[in-house]
């Protein structure tokens, strides 16, 4: 019976306060992480007493919902109180709330209150709402409680949503308007006259001539001491450039102040210096300036009523507009073009050419190739690097080489440097000499030395760091270790084009963008990480990579599937088969089912159960089939144990 008399009160449970005793001691997190709502009233009694929470206590009375917390936080007025908080969504209730508890991760209660009865309705029943229910926790230390939640189960409370919105306003550089500024140091307390301004209590003030300058900034007046406004007390809200417009004043009214100290900033520590960005503004009509004016500079290729500064003039002359020397790879933007861009280094660079969206038809740009690892020009998303002659695709450029290329439609089209030749009609004849047999240098291959190449690897690479492959390595043998090896852009070789890649344990198989590998059961997941050292001999088929020979061939073969899980596991042999794994169930049931991961085609011939503890019951299986069986725990508890199976 609830009357004048009844006490509510809230107390961790014998095995909450053990817990946390364990937790403080230990060190380790304990994690809070559901509410569970009841009504005190199993036998549904028409008026239940009060239910008296007690330390002793391992569940509710009478529980009707358990839900994850939609916040766990310490109260901001006593740290010794923990604050749970879940919402009760308008669709769910029917029912009384009398009494709440608090689960950790291992499911045990390890607070308990009671409350004044309330009734939650259903939307259903005319009278739905949202129901926040809070539950304060005293704690002897909040150090080892994890205040984490799940923001997928978390629903905002109006309070929650409008403080957040007011915390991320406060943090934004242009502040609310002060009423007044300051014009030298003064004793931030008290009404008095600033910049003949009588000021009010709760009046916002510009601080920004004190002698310490760790004390400017925004402040409100009071009788007493100032404090610092509530969108400017913290770092998070000061920060290089907040600006602040004043409204009044002798000599400020009408101005705009922006801070000006750069870097880290330190409410109360560091110095704040703000500066006047009203004074010595042009005006919009017809402004005159002196002396040497700047201006933003357009965006290349304007041709607006902008004003024109000498960097735009600059790029629009017949003379390169600039020009870079690069000893890394680097992605070219809409700023570079016009210029000449020299690229250096021992290994391969790659230059990505400007995206064309953006850059005038017509424009140019022109690389160099001026390191002995020579140079890689590609295109950007959705261009095309093209030669007169129809060749599309990354362009190597060798030591020496030149590449001009110029801007048509979404294409970057090569119009000239050395690397031209490549493509002129002299290139295409009988023209040249036939290098020795099994030359490998950077010579020219006549058709004549290609024919005489046929059937061997063209060269051997070993790698020992993560690697691109590209089109250059088609035809090679490559070996590497624990490392990435991404095989080349299938829109870069043809079909038929082949790789053998030697991998060791522990490296990785990638394919490029939307590229895939095939083995002989379909499509692999990438990357595809290498279990033991293996040699794949990988062809361009169609539109993916296909893993045709080589020993990893078998890791994709129908007669030797694999299902890997540290749970259960199951390996496909031509003959006999085999399947591990492990059951870890907590059910009492007289049984319960085994299946195993991959059933056997045709039938389970042993089926072998061993219990993890020494001493433990014998389980049994009531029968066994191709996928799985029915196991009886016998005089164990619950089921633990290991199990093969054999079959074919």
Request: proline letters at 5%; a neutral charge; one cysteine or more.
């Amino acid at each position: 019976m609830i009357d004048a008399n009844s006490q509510f009160f809230a107390i961790l449970t014998n095995v909450g306060m053990a817990k946390q005793a364990n937790a403080d001691a230990l060190g380790v997190a304990w994690k809070i992480t559901e509410m569970g709502v009841g009504d005190a009233n199993p036998t549904g009694i028409e008026n239940p007493p009060n239910p008296v929470p007690s330390a002793s206590q391992t569940k509710l009375i009478n529980e009707w919902r358990r839900r994850p917390l939609n916040q766990l936080r310490i109260d901001t007025v006593n740290s010794a109180v923990i604050i749970a908080e879940q919402i009760i969504p308008a669709d769910e209730g029917g029912r009384w709330i009398r009494e709440l508890g608090l689960y950790d991760s291992d499911g045990d209660l390890v607070a308990v209150a009671n409350c004044a009865p309330s009734f939650k309705p259903l939307l259903s029943q005319g009278s739905g709402r949202t129901q926040v229910v809070r539950m304060n926790m005293v704690v002897t230390s909040n150090a080892s409680i994890t205040l984490k939640i799940d923001p997928s189960v978390v629903l905002a409370t109006r309070e929650f949503v409008e403080t957040r919105i007011l915390e991320e306003l406060d943090k934004l550089d242009r502040k609310q308007s002060v009423r007044a500024a300051t014009t030298a140091n003064i004793a931030l307390t008290g009404l008095q006259v600033v910049d003949g301004v009588s000021l009010n209590a709760g009046d916002r003030v510009l601080v920004k001539n004190q002698a310490a300058a760790k004390d400017n900034g925004p402040y409100v007046v009071a009788v007493g001491a100032w404090t610092r406004a509530k969108d400017a007390d913290n770092s998070a809200k000061v920060t290089p450039n907040l600006t602040v417009a004043v409204e009044v004043g002798a000599t400020q009214s009408d101005t705009i102040w922006q801070l000006v100290t750069d870097g880290t900033i330190v409410v109360g520590t560091t110095p704040l210096t703000f500066q006047d960005i009203t004074a010595g503004l042009a005006r919009l009509l017809s402004p005159s300036f002196a002396g040497n004016p700047t201006a933003p500079t357009p965006v290349q290729f304007d041709a607006s009523k902008s004003i024109p500064t000498t960097e735009f003039l600059k790029q629009r002359g017949v003379e390169f507009s600039g020009f870079t020397t690069n000893s890394a790879s680097l992605v070219l933007t809409a700023a570079h073009v016009g210029g000449l861009h020299s690229f250096s280094s021992a290994a391969q660079l790659i230059a990505t050419l400007p995206p064309t969206l953006g850059v005038a038809q017509g424009a140019t740009i022109t690389l160099v190739c001026a390191g002995v690892g020579g140079l890689n020009v590609v295109a950007a998303a959705g261009d095309v690097v093209y030669t007169s002659t129809g060749i599309s695709g990354a362009l190597l450029l060798a030591l020496g080489d030149t590449a001009e290329f110029i801007r048509l439609q979404g294409q970057w089209r090569l119009v000239g440097g050395s690397v031209l030749l490549r493509f002129a009609g002299t290139m295409s004849g009988p023209n040249f000499t036939t290098q020795p047999r099994f030359d490998s240098g950077k010579s020219l291959a006549t058709t004549e030395f290609v024919q005489r190449s046929l059937g061997s690897f063209s060269d051997y690479l070993e790698l020992s760091a993560n690697t691109v492959l590209s089109a250059a390595d088609v035809g090679k043998v490559i070996k590497s270790g624990v490392v990435d090896v991404t095989l080349p852009s299938l829109a870069s070789v043809p079909n038929g084009a082949a790789i053998l890649v030697r991998t060791g344990q522990g490296g990785r198989l990638l394919v490029q963008g939307t590229d895939q590998l095939f083995g002989m059961l379909g499509a692999i997941a990438t990357p595809y990480v290498i279990v033991q050292p293996q040699a794949f001999h990988i062809v361009k088929v169609g539109t993916a990579w296909q893993i045709l020979s080589g020993d990893g061939a078998l890791m994709s073969s129908a007669l030797f599937a694999a299902s890997l899980a540290p749970s259960a596991a199951s390996q496909q042999l031509p003959g006999l088969m085999i399947k591990v794994g492990n059951i870890s169930n907590a059910s009492t049931a007289a049984t319960i089912p085994l299946t195993f991961p991959v059933s056997f085609p045709n039938a389970c011939v042993a089926l072998v159960l061993t219990p993890w503890t020494t001493g433990g019951g014998a389980y049994m299986h009531n029968g066994r089939d191709k996928s799985g069986a029915t196991i009886s725990k016998g005089t164990n508890a619950a089921y633990y144990f290991d199990y093969i199976a054999i079959g074919y």
